[in-house]
């Protein structure tokens, strides 16, 4: 069977979408991550235009998130009040990405930003997460441990409030700065940006593991839709059909992979998580370094023609 | 949908025909037309094109800057054809040699793409034109369907004709320009040209336009299905207990 996706024109195989967005979806719901950092690397080797993979993956990381956000709000795992909190950073960020992105398609930039951005973070959060997970698994020499060294200063900041949800009692600006850097990421990247707020919201923010999940999920609905609005309405590349196909695998993929995350201890599925984000930066990266084998091509997708 | 098409110039390519007709059907898949009309008797070869409304269209070549591959050299085309069918009733080199059909500007490489604005680039447009070919055609929208019209002998001195094509689902509205060649002894004998005017677009293009025209609307539509799916999927898993 054949499907032609109307915004990204091309005509893709319906199944591979809905095999590709359940894998992704596993792994979503083992890591508690939207799996959009994965996604959109992989839409836009699947021969999506990459403006195109960005916009839809925010608009399926909206359902996707919202499913599982639903999921642990019945666990009462989710603080919304510090949530709100990112959500007002992310929110800004979202204007500001787009704003950058915007600009960057009219000089023809865009697809070195996204590549470029893909590699930086996900070189970077790989290879800490990495090494934090050999560290607390005690590969690493044990090096004198520097007492709550980023607590100190997180610490000595102003505008403290109480979050009773995750036991917290701390400065308002981490979570704003931290929604903002992933509001301005989801827009240029087109993920939710949960395999940079987990970490921040766990190493930065001090927040609870049990908690730190839903929570990055609540304010990623919010942010993703803000994103897809705006994508939607500056430049068109909203593919609502390519959306739905993922979101549909994705879901059912999201509870199977909840289920396999119990069956995995937490250093060695954050090393994996790890191992993974690190290689689907490299692979992005070779991208810009190897020859293309056509170097002129046709620009799909998107509005205005 | 049912598009709704018109054939505004009779096909009088042939003489005394009065078996003129398109046929349309639309579906999902595209929208299928049938062309089929009469010809004298003989040994004779048919050759149309089908050429589609225009569209923009922009190239981008890449290249190195500082080890990297980056997309800069753009090159803006204007009106070209958003559509190319060359059908024939024979392969084409059994029908007449290269030099007519250069002469007559039939088929891919032959149609003519306008002139394009290159920016950034050394490359001559040439090039740019051979891939933007090359690349309408693996998208199915340049093609050539050789031996795809049949011919029959009909009553008396008349000779019937008959091919099919499906137009691309994202095809645009607009006036597809139907033109007949007929062939003798591998000389173009007779000439007629007609009308296909596309009024109703497939589905693909109506989300298009609706994205375009509508794009605030769209927008939260998307959000919405996307939330709705979602909020689904997560009642269907704790109705069942799937978790």
């Known amino acids: 069977m054949e499907l032609y996706l109307p915004i990204a024109e091309i005509t893709i195989n319906p199944s591979i979408f809905l095999i590709l967005g359940m894998s992704v979806g596993i792994l979503s719901g083992m890591f508690g991550v939207g799996g959009g950092f994965l996604m959109t690397p992989l839409l836009v080797l699947l021969g999506i235009p990459p403006a195109v993979a960005v916009a839809s993956e925010a608009n399926h990381i909206v359902g996707s998130s919202l499913s599982g956000t639903i999921g642990h709000l019945k666990r009462k795992a989710v603080d919304i009040k510090l949530g709100n909190l990112l959500l007002t950073g992310g929110i800004i960020g979202s204007f500001v990405g787009i704003g950058v992105f915007n600009s960057l398609i009219k000089i023809g930039l865009v697809d070195l930003l996204i590549t470029l951005t893909y590699f930086l973070f996900l070189t970077s959060v790989g290879s800490f997460m990495l090494y934090e997970s050999l560290d607390s698994l005690g590969y690493l020499k044990k090096k004198k441990r520097r007492k709550n060294y980023h607590h100190s200063w997180i610490m000595g900041l102003p505008f403290r409030m109480r979050f009773k949800k995750s036991g917290l009692y701390i400065s308002i600006i981490p979570p704003l700065l931290v929604g903002f850097i992933v509001g301005i990421l989801a827009s240029i990247m087109g993920v939710g940006g949960g395999f940079i707020m987990i970490p921040a919201m766990i190493y930065i923010i001090r927040m609870p593991t049990s908690v730190v999940i839903g929570t990055s999920l609540y304010q990623i609905i919010f942010v993703t839709a803000i994103v897809t609005l705006l994508h939607a309405f500056h430049n068109q590349t909203v593919d609502i059909i390519l959306a739905l196909i993922l979101l549909l695998g994705g879901a059912v993929g999201a509870q199977i992979g909840v289920k396999l995350s119990s069956k995995l201890e937490g250093p060695y599925l954050r090393m994996a998580l790890g191992v993974l984000v690190l290689s689907v930066g490299i692979v992005m990266a070779s991208d810009l370094l190897i020859k293309p084998e056509e170097t002129i091509t046709l620009i799909r997708g998107g509005g205005s023609h | 949908m049912i598009s709704i098409i018109t054939a505004q110039a009779p096909l009088d390519l042939v003489i005394d025909t009065n ?225």
């Open chain 2, 19 to 243: 078996e003129r007709d398109v046929e349309i059907q639309s579906g999902i898949s595209g929208t299928k037309i049938v062309l089929f009309g009469a010809t004298p008797s003989g040994k004779r070869d048919i050759i149309i094109e089908v050429v589609g409304p225009p569209k923009n269209q922009t190239m981008q070549e890449k290249r190195r800057y500082f080890g990297f591959w980056l997309g800069r050299g753009k090159s803006y085309y204007k009106n070209v054809p958003s559509y190319y069918n060359l059908l024939s009733s024979k392969p084409l080199k059994e029908i007449t040699n290269q030099e007519s059909l250069n002469k007559l500007g039939l088929g891919i490489e032959h149609l003519p793409l306008g002139k394009a604005n290159i920016k950034y680039s050394s490359i001559k447009q040439l090039k740019f034109d051979e891939r933007l070919r090359s690349e309408m055609f693996e998208d199915g929208q340049f093609l050539e369907n050789e031996e795809n019209i049949v011919l029959r002998s009909g009553p008396g001195k008349v000779g019937l004709f008959k091919t099919e094509f499906s137009l691309p689902p994202n095809s645009l509205q607009g006036k597809y320009f139907v033109r007949y060649f007929l062939f003798q002894n591998g000389e173009a004998i007779s000439y007629a040209e007609s009308i296909i005017d596309l009024k109703q677009a497939g589905l693909a293009r109506l989300i298009w336009i609706f994205a375009n025209k509508f794009a605030l609307l769209y927008g939260i539509i998307a959000i919405i299905l996307s939330g709705l799916l979602g909020w689904v999927v997560s009642l269907i898993f704790s109705r069942y207990k799937l978790t």
